[in-house]
């Protein structure tokens, strides 16, 4: 069976006493089921136990080894099984299948980096874009879109990111695609955001900041793309108008 069920009256069976209070809204409104919530909220702990630790030290070795020891990996491992079958991502809802996947992302390549590529880049992008186009796609989009600036960021640190840690120019350009395709993912993922910061009514990098830790955020890793997505948006929304 999918492993996202809405029972509605068993929202409360699960703990949430990590959850921010961006994934703790969404999850009373029941627009999450409670094994998402579970899973969200285990990610909330190990993301403030590394928030509270002082800027510039290391990851504590015994918070490090937690992770290594597979007990978010584990976590990973329920959210990525069905999505690989179209069959299966038909009991989720869109919003479950976006989040999913962008919890990939925050996972393997934010709260637990390598310099391995096992989920596939490419894969987690093309299936990013797919999820957040639909849910633009939604009349009421603008009603999640705290939400889908969160999950948006998680697919600018595919396109960003990850491709610095591998040495790679663009997970676009090292899947074989030429320059203009590129230019092509970046602008729809730049007009995306645009729109998100329109209806958020974001005008300033500290109201984006505080949007992305209402979710979940980590300072380092996470500061310096922020701040090149920001201007990169402004830039945009300035040729735009």
């Excluded at 006493?17 to 969404?26: A, K, Q």
């Excluded at 889908?148 to 990850?162: C, G, H, N, R």
């Excluded at 980590?218 to 500061?223: A, D, F, Q, R, S």
Aim: charged letters at 20%; a negative charge.
């Amino acid at each position: 069976m999918p492993n996202f069920m809405h029972t509605g009256s068993c929202q409360r069976l699960t703990a949430v006493d990590h959850l921010t209070p961006g994934f703790l809204r969404w999850f009373d409104m029941s627009m999450l089921s409670f094994y998402v919530g579970a899973i969200l909220n285990d990610m909330c702990y190990f993301t403030k136990a590394i928030n509270s630790f002082p800027k510039g030290e290391g990851v504590p070795t015994e918070l490090v080894k937690r992770i290594n020891d597979k007990e978010l990996d584990v976590r990973l491992l329920i959210l990525s099984s069905d999505h690989r079958c179209p069959s299966a991502r038909r009991s989720y809802t869109p919003v479950e299948e976006c989040l999913a996947l962008a919890l990939m992302v925050y996972l393997s390549k934010v709260l637990h980096p390598s310099e391995s590529d096992i989920l596939g880049s490419e894969y987690l992008l093309g299936r990013l874009r797919d999820s957040l186009s639909v849910l633009h796609s939604n009349p009421d989009w603008q009603q999640g879109a705290d939400l889908m600036l969160w999950m948006t960021f998680m697919a600018s640190y595919v396109l960003y990111e990850i491709p610095k840690a591998l040495n790679q120019a663009s997970v676009v350009e090292n899947s074989g695609m030429s320059d203009s395709a590129f230019a092509e993912v970046e602008s729809w993922l730049l007009e995306l955001l645009c729109n998100l910061f329109e209806a958020l009514d974001i005008q300033s990098f500290s109201k984006m900041k505080m949007q992305l830790q209402n979710f979940m955020w980590i300072e380092k890793p996470c500061v310096a793309l922020a701040m090149e997505l920001y201007t990169k948006v402004g830039f945009r929304c300035q040729i735009l108008q």
